[in-house]
């Protein structure tokens, strides 16, 4: 029992934001390289992922209840043209190139 309470304790839950333009490429640009410097350089815990499943679309994640603004006025201000959108909240172990993945039923075992 103790090592469910220890478990419970430790979970790691992520909040996943996609980025979206229609005016400026977001893709080989090194934008991912970009927030991640960022987020390094203010300790702040950050993935960032090319989405694979939607075209010109960068996701990424926080830890859930993490302050998200920093991050998002760091990108508006990289890149004005951009949408910010919180998709998914409290998801464990985030895959955010593929959202679909997320959907903790695909790997019921019942």
Known sequence: MADFWYNLAMKL??????????????HG???????RKFTIENNIICLAENASDK???????????DES?????????LMPGVTINL?????????????KVNDV???STE
């Open 87 to 99: 998709v998914l909240g409290s998801v464990e172990n985030p895959v955010s190139s593929k959202l």
């Open 105 to 107: 039923s695909r790997y």
């Open 29 to 35: 640009v090194m934008f991912r390289g970009r927030i």
């Open 55 to 65: 075209e010109n679309t960068v996701r990424f994640a926080l830890l859930e209840g």
């Open 69 to 77: 603004s920093r991050v998002i006025e760091f990108i508006k201000n």
């Open 13 to 26: 839950l992520w909040d996943i934001y996609e980025i979206e333009s229609n005016t400026d490429t977001l």
